[in-house]
């Protein structure tokens, strides 16, 4: 059975910061691109960053530009999403998924084309 758990959220002042991991089980994450969504209340859900398989693509949505960081580790079959410098307006429930249509990225995720969608964690950042 595939399961992808997220894990690292929690209440941070802004300015803070937090490492987000997206941990995959049954299902290898190498050989797909993964991308972080985030949901906040009452908004629709939105991509955040992605990262290809293995050629070093990467996307980052311009709110969040020059303060995320999405990087992999194979061996622990794990994506992270490292966020800096966090601002209220970041607070939302963040997701992590495979993409099963390309193992590249390429603009803005599309999330059609995402699966194995995990349940979440909650990142709150105060003022």
């Known amino acids: 059975q595939v399961q992808f758990v997220e894990s690292g959220g929690g209440l941070v002042q802004t300015g803070g910061s937090l490492r987000l991991s997206c941990a995959a089980s049954g299902f290898a994450l190498d050989g797909y691109a993964i991308g972080w969504f985030r949901q906040a209340p009452g908004k629709e859900r939105e991509g955040v960053s992605a990262i290809g398989s293995s050629d070093g693509s990467t996307y980052y949505a311009d709110a969040v530009k020059d303060r995320f960081t999405i990087s992999r580790d194979a061996a622990k079959n794990t994506v992270y999403l490292q966020m800096d410098r966090l601002k209220p307006e970041d607070t939302a429930v963040y997701h992590c998924?495979?993409?099963?249509?390309?193992?590249?990225?390429?603009?803005?995720?599309?999330?059609?084309?995402?699966?194995?969608w995990g349940q979440g964690t909650q990142v709150t950042v105060s003022s």
């Open positions: 998924a495979a993409n099963l249509m390309r193992s590249r990225v390429v603009g803005v995720p599309l999330q059609y084309e995402y699966a194995y």
